[in-house]
């Protein structure tokens, strides 16, 4: 299992149209190969004296964080994925961007635990 992890501060009053563009773009990583595709917008985030959601992206006033996940069967299965999302013509033009794409990071994590319920 792979998993990248992907951090992002949203305007509040762009909520729907993140949201839009989520349900627009992420069936596009199921179609190359992801397991699972997940979205949370931030709900209970709490600020931190040191460091914090909001802090690692810069959020500004009036900013939510979203913290999303793809999981992979494998980190070849996700390099062969997002080879084949970044030549996918719907990426070519994926109109505005309801976020600043410069506070975003991400990062891919070798999955080592995976505990379901039953």
């Not at 839009?20 to 600020?47: K, N, S, T, Y």
């Not at 009036?62 to 070849?76: D, M, T, Y």
């Not at 719907?90 to 319920?117: A, H, Q, T, V, Y």
């Amino acid at each position: 299992m792979y998993i990248d992890g992907i951090i992002l501060p949203v305007p509040e009053g762009n909520e729907a149209a993140y949201k839009e563009m989520a349900a627009r773009i992420d069936p596009m990583f199921i179609e190359h190969g992801a397991l699972q595709v997940v979205e949370g917008w931030g709900d209970d985030i709490a600020r931190g004296e040191h460091t914090d959601f909001f802090k690692a992206v810069a959020a500004e006033e009036g900013e939510n964080v979203v913290f999303s996940w793809i999981l992979w069967p494998s980190k070849e299965a996700r390099d062969a994925g997002w080879a084949k999302i970044m030549e996918d013509d719907r990426m070519n033009n994926p109109g505005e961007m309801p976020f600043d794409g410069k506070r975003m990071f991400w990062g891919g994590f070798d999955g080592f635990l995976d505990i379901k319920s039953a």
